[in-house]
């Protein structure tokens, strides 16, 4: 079985999650790799995920989540790779994005079976 570990680094996603409303549903990088592309459209769609979360936490934190998917885009594992600290903020992000979520397929040329990438969510507190 052939698999490509990926880590989609913190900078462009964190800092993105952490200005919601500056956001605009876009990420910038960094990634790391080949296929930074689909990295982006990975991170852009955990994004667009989290922006429409109505959670409720007096506390807020970063979970450093971990995911793996097959060729068809599908989510076949989940690992809290590092908890934020808070139960709750653990539990949302396990939420975010659950096994057998379904990402785009991998594109053309993507030769993996599978990929592991490794996303930091940031929620901030919302009383």
Same mark, same amino acid.
């Given at each position: 079985?052939?698999?490509?570990?990926?880590?989609?680094?913190?900078?462009?996603?964190?800092?993105?999650?952490?200005?919601?409303?500056?956001?605009?549903?876009?990420?910038?990088?960094?990634?790391? !790799?080949?296929?930074?592309?689909?990295?982006? &459209?990975? /991170? +852009? @769609?955990?994004?667009?995920?989290?922006?429409?979360?109505?959670?409720?936490?007096?506390?807020?934190?970063?979970?450093?989540?971990?995911?793996?998917?097959?060729?068809?885009?599908?989510?076949?594992?989940?690992?809290?790779?590092?908890?934020? !600290?808070?139960?709750?903020?653990?539990?949302? &992000?396990? /939420? +975010? @994005?659950?096994?057998?979520?379904?990402?785009?397929?991998?594109?053309?040329?993507?030769?993996?079976?599978?990929?592991?990438?490794?996303?930091?969510?940031?929620?901030?507190?919302?009383?």
């Amino acid at each position: 079985m052939r698999r490509i570990p990926t880590i989609i680094l913190a900078c462009g996603l964190v800092l993105a999650l952490s200005m919601p409303s500056r956001a605009g549903g876009r990420i910038n990088g960094p990634f790391v !790799g080949k296929h930074q592309d689909y990295q982006r &459209a990975v /991170a +852009t @769609v955990i994004l667009n995920r989290m922006l429409n979360t109505r959670y409720r936490s007096e506390s807020g934190g970063v979970a450093l989540l971990a995911l793996r998917l097959d060729r068809s885009g599908t989510v076949t594992k989940t690992t809290l790779a590092r908890s934020s !600290g808070s139960p709750d903020i653990d539990s949302l &992000a396990r /939420a +975010t @994005v659950p096994v057998g979520f379904a990402f785009p397929p991998f594109p053309e040329g993507m030769e993996a079976r599978e990929i592991d990438i490794t996303v930091p969510l940031r929620f901030g507190a919302r009383p």
